[in-house]
């Protein structure tokens, strides 16, 4: 029987180029990409997400989880007063004195990944994939996409699920310009990918993501596609 895989989606880049690896890996018959609303400010995450599985010809599954993050502050949600930053992360941090940064949903992949768990197990997956590279995890910014997160949640789901599931977080050791390397060897659609925090028409260019993003592309001499 063909090993099939989960893979955590949310119209991002990463998200994005950890799909177009799973199915280049197991088969688009054996993906099952699930994203999951937490209560964000805008669609456009899920918008992309839209576009990018009819790309690739897969259906997708939906979850919304957005109760649970009711009670936090984070800058990200739709009921908070509080500003998107614009700042990349590092200028972000500096100011920090060792708190994640204010788009920091509390344990969000920690949720997501307990959620895709359960999930993955019930439709026969033995691999959850999720695209947290290392530039996310730089000082304290996302600690949920740090190398040592992943590794004890490996290790929790493995246990917990009776030794039938792995997590695997392939950019984990990677920066952003590696990881949009990859995709772009995987030719992956990243003119339907949306990150900006900001659900303007277009991206804003000043939130931290959105420079993350334009500095990765850069750093491999080609256009985001998203932008034209």
Known sequence: ????????????????????????????????????????????????????????????????????????????????????????????????????VSTYVPFRNGLFLSCAASIALSKGCSRIYYGAHRDDAAGSAYPDCSESFYKHMDAAVFEGSGHALHIEAPFITMNKAQVVAEGLRLKVPYEYTWSCYEGKERPCGVCGTCIDRQRAFEANGVEDPALY
Do not use: W
Request: hydrophobic share 40%.
């Open 1 to 100: 029987m063909a090993e099939k895989a989960l893979v955590l989606f949310s119209g991002g880049v990463d998200s994005t180029t950890c799909l177009g690896l799973a199915i280049e890996r197991f088969g688009k018959e054996n993906v099952i990409p699930l994203s999951i609303h937490y209560g964000q400010k805008h669609d456009k995450e899920v918008e992309a997400a839209e576009k990018i599985l009819e790309y690739y010809g897969i259906e997708g599954i939906e979850v919304n989880l957005s109760h649970i993050f009711a009670y936090s502050s984070c800058s990200l949600l739709a009921h908070s007063a509080e500003e998107i930053p614009e700042a990349s992360y590092a200028e972000q941090l500096n100011g920090s004195e060792g708190a994640p």
